[in-house]
Nanobody, 127 residues
Framework: QVQLVESGGGLVQAGGSLTLSCTVS????????MGWFRQAPGKDREFVGN??????????YHADSVKGRFTISRDNAKNTVYLRMNSLKPEDTAIYYC??????????????????WGQGTQVTVSS
């Protein structure tokens, strides 16, 4: 059974930092594209970024809304992907989800490309 478990959410003041973790069990993690999404109250789920394996190694892509502030990384030995969030803003408040994709080709920026999801972790940024 595949499981994704997020941790690291919480309450932080604007300008602060948090690191979310997502640990995967039940499948080969190293070959998967891993994504982060978020959903704020009353809004659609939003793509945050992804990390994928290429011929030259792993690369990350971040949405424009978080580029320069958020960084995705992974530790294959721990089957864990991370989302480091710096310079947090109140508009970053949301439930954050990690996801795993078995797909080989795609841009991996839409939720439909991911087969497995975590339960989500709440991030609240106060002003």
């Amino acid at each position: 059974q595949v499981q994704l478990v997020e941790s690291g959410g919480g309450l932080v003041q604007a300008g602060g930092s948090l690191t979310l973790s997502c640990t995967v069990s039940g499948r080969t993690f190293a070959t998967d594209t891993m994504g982060w999404f978020r959903q704020a109250p009353g809004k659609d789920r939003e793509f945050v970024g992804n990390n994928r394996r290429t011929r030259s190694g792993y690369i990350s892509y971040h949405a424009d809304s978080v580029k320069g502030r958020f960084t995705i990384s992974r530790d294959n030995a721990k089957n864990t992907v991370y989302l480091r969030m710096n310079s947090l803003k109140p508009e970053d408040t949301a439930i954050y989800y990690c996801a795993a994709s078995l797909t080989i080709y795609g841009n991996f920026r839409t939720s439909g490309e991911y087969e497995y999801w975590g339960q989500g972790t709440q991030v609240t940024v106060s002003s």
